[in-house]
């Protein structure tokens, strides 16, 4: 295999998947959408967990276009319902789908302040708690084929995050941005704990493993639509200046595509772009901000998880 000189891990890396099978979310653009081509163009397996149906067909058309051996298909998923969450993993039951990885890359970004069906604050919901109810709800079928490996996507944004305990869903004080950042902590945290409890639970072959995508350009801000004026023009900004400092997503999909297939990984592990300052570059192993490996921290949001979802994942939550 080519080996990048920066020492980091490129598409050329990739294994033969065949006889994988994933599952992901977000897939319908983006990076989502891209690291879907390259599981499928090596062979593996992917499942789609679609909030659109339209979407979904869609992005199973492309797929197939690109590729017409491509083996993919889709089910229904808003991570915002966890009516919907319960609803996939029982599809994925009746059908018998095997697992052998979970990514869980869908994300929502500097919403408004909007309350899901469940009554979470929408980015908190969508991108962690959905994802924690979801793992928990496919772990049997996880764990039910050998080395199972969960691949939880974040942001460099967690790096200027704290958790919020006392305020979770941004009730007292809502800033967008402020509750995106605590969902992508939220997300390394989850990561952090899940891989304690795969090794304490006597799992040792799992493997919980988080990603991020450095600084790509995707359509994520393109829901910013309110807010005002001013938040209006810096957002137009950021779009007009992010093809030029960022990198395209099929090179943003990377890290999360090592995360989920690249044999030598270890549970716990973080990747990211190899350059300077993890925005840009080939996937590489690197290091989350020191309080996503707050043990305090990530027992005290795993238990409120169980709380809020009703998920309990059985013996890895004693």
Known sequence: MARSPRGGWTAQDIP??????????????????????????HGARVILGVRSAVRGDESLADLRSHNPDADVLMGPLDLADLASVRGFAAWMDENDHRVDVLINNAGVMAAPRTTTVDGFELQMATNHLGH?????????????????????????????????????????????????????LANVLFTMELQRRFRQGGRAEARSVAAHPGLTHTNLLSGVTDGGPLLRRGVGVLERLSPLVSQPAADG??????????????????????????????????????????????????????????????????
């Open 16 to 41: 033969d998947l065949h006889g994988v099978s994933m599952v992901i979310t977000g897939a319908t653009a983006g990076i989502g959408l891209e690291t879907t081509r390259l599981l499928a163009d």
């Open 132 to 184: 924690f109810a979801l793992t928990g709800l496919l772990l049997d079928r996880l764990l039910a084929h050998g080395p199972a490996r969960v691949v939880t996507v974040t942001s460099l944004a967690h790096r200027r995050a704290h958790i919020d305990f006392d305020d979770l869903m941004s009730e007292r004080s809502y800033g967008r941005y402020a509750a995106y950042r605590q969902s992508k």
């Open 253 to 318: 999909a990377l890290p999360t595509v090592r995360a989920a297939t690249d044999p030598n990984v270890d549970g716990g592990d973080v990747f990211g772009p190899a350059g300077f300052g993890q925005v840009q570059g080939p996937a590489a192993k690197v290091k989350a901000a020191p309080r996503a490996y707050d043990v305090h921290d990530a027992r005290a949001l795993w238990e409120r998880s169980i709380e809020l979802t009703g998920v309990d994942y059985g013996a890895l939550s004693r």
